[in-house]
């Protein structure tokens, strides 16, 4: 009698067993991923995601245009980020070359910013010249001009006629739920690595990456070895 309560008690312990290695294998674990929307380009250096609205409108209209989507005006934090954004909005082929960024609400004359989304940044190579001074500046950023291509002015914010709106957001957090079996989809991140603006030192962009030297003043002047360095930042 005891040898069959103890096979009783051992077959349901194995099937306890048996169920509970089933719903642990079956079971769906949860994995934080990070996307951009649909129409937005992700920029991977700073986290975030990028959309150009071609429809030409004041600043203020422009802004709650990129606020329905989910998003702001366009913050430039450093030099990369700005390469990133004039190449996204020079692929949009617009009618007028200028879109509009975000509104500087702070600026210093040693060249640190402070954007209306709260975003801080030293690119004192967007402004070609002497930087604006005061608070509360609309920033457009130009395609196609004499200045340098990429470089941001000073504009009117209530100028009727207006300008695109280069929109930026964070990237996405969110938990998807994929079976423990099967491996979670890969999210596409760029590396940044060195590279030579001349091309003869050997350190090359692939054909989706631009050579974004630390000194911009590369792109219009002859520079040495050394100051011709910089970043490969990808351009689609």
């Not at 986290?47 to 429809?55: D, G, N």
């Not at 930087?131 to 291509?149: A, K, V």
């Not at 280069?166 to 890969?186: E, G, M, Q, T, Y």
Request: net charge neutral; charged share 20%.
């Amino acid at each position: 009698m005891s040898t069959t309560v103890f096979e009783v008690y051992f077959f349901c312990f194995l099937f306890i067993f048996y169920v509970r290695c089933s719903v642990i294998g079956n079971v769906e674990t949860q994995t934080l991923r990070s996307e951009c929307p649909n129409g937005w380009r992700r920029y991977e250096r700073s986290r975030s995601c990028f959309m150009v609205l071609p429809k030409r409108l004041p600043w203020s209209e422009a802004e709650q245009a990129c606020t329905e989507v989910g998003g702001r005006l366009a913050s430039i934090i450093d030099e990369y980020e700005n390469a990133f954004a004039f190449n996204l909005s020079k692929q949009a082929n617009l009618t007028t070359p200028t879109v509009w960024l975000g509104r500087l609400v702070r600026l210093s004359r040693t060249g640190a910013y402070e954007w209306h989304d709260g975003s801080i940044g030293r690119q004192a190579d967007g402004f070609r010249g002497e930087p604006p001074s005061g608070t509360e500046l609309c920033m457009t950023m130009w395609l196609d001009f004499d200045n340098p291509e990429g470089s941001w002015n000073e504009w009117d914010c209530g100028y009727a006629t207006g300008y695109s709106a280069l929109c930026k957001r964070n990237i996405k957090h969110f938990a998807s739920l994929l079976p423990s079996s099967s491996p979670a989809d890969s999210v596409s991140t760029h590396t940044s690595r060195r590279c030579c603006l001349h091309g003869d030192c050997g350190q090359r962009c692939t054909s989706t990456e631009k050579c974004i030297p630390d000194d911009l003043n590369c792109w219009w002047r002859t520079c040495s070895y050394k100051e011709a360095m910089g970043w490969c930042i990808p351009v689609r």
